[in-house]
């Protein structure tokens, strides 16, 4: 069987992203849908990668966001009590499967290339929290804002923020991650 090299655009498209919909209470559960998906698999499997490679505090860091994602599930469903557990979106779904298929390759690129991995993670990690914060949620909150409910929309901007915080925190991680290499080159 031919290896596939991993590709960071390749684990950027495994993970879903929130969709808006027509009304609020559907852009909520796909909202909770992502937050829950990215506390129960993107984080601890970028945690186990780390881990994995030999870096504890950056696994320790992928935990301390993934549990935070968790948080803006929560925020939001004290909002939506009637949403309850929503069904898994086709997105979420596919970025499972997907994720299943590289598995056994990032396990071989991590005995080859920890650092690869690693770095890649890192900066997939940068890339979905700045989606989130830059493009996905400001659209929530202005549909909330649009529909005159300011406290859905106080929610997003909450989320908004610690989005933000959660991309400063990885982009620290990945300067601090490259220093080294960068400063045994020179």
Same mark, same amino acid.
């Given at each position: 069987m031919e290896k596939v090299e991993i590709s960071e655009e390749m684990i950027f498209e495994c993970f879903a992203a929130a969709c #808006?919909?027509?009304d609020m209470? &559907?852009?909520? =559960?796909?909202?909770? @849908?992502? =937050?829950?998906?990215?506390?129960? *698999?993107m984080y601890p499997e970028f945690a186990r990668w780390a881990s994995k490679a030999g870096y504890p505090e950056l696994a320790t860091l992928f935990r301390k966001v993934a549990g935070e994602e968790k948080l803006h599930a929560v925020w939001l469903r004290a909002l939506y009590s009637d949403i309850g557990v929503p069904q898994r979106g086709e997105d979420t779904q596919r970025a499972i499967d997907a994720l299943e298929a590289i598995r056994a390759n990032c396990d071989a690129l991590i005995a080859l290339n920890p650092d690869g991995v690693v770095e890649k993670a890192l900066t997939v $990690? /940068?890339?979905?929290?700045?989606?989130?914060?830059? @493009?996905?949620?400001?659209?929530?909150?202005?549909?909330?804002? $649009?529909?005159? @409910? $300011?406290?859905?929309?106080?929610?997003? #901007?909450? *989320? /908004? @923020?610690? =989005?933000?915080?959660?991309?400063?925190?990885? #982009?620290?991680?990945?300067?601090?991650?490259?220093?080294? #290499?960068? &400063?045994?080159?020179?």
């Open positions: #808006q919909s027509d209470a &559907g852009t909520a =559960e796909s909202f909770v @849908d992502v =937050e829950e998906y990215e506390n129960r *698999v $990690a /940068i890339r979905v929290e700045e989606r989130e914060y830059q @493009d996905i949620y400001p659209h929530f909150r202005d549909q909330a804002l $649009a529909a005159n @409910d $300011a406290d859905t929309a106080e929610v997003y #901007q909450k *989320v /908004i @923020d610690s =989005e933000r915080q959660h991309a400063h925190w990885f #982009q620290a991680a990945l300067d601090n991650f490259r220093a080294p #290499q960068t &400063g045994a080159m020179a």
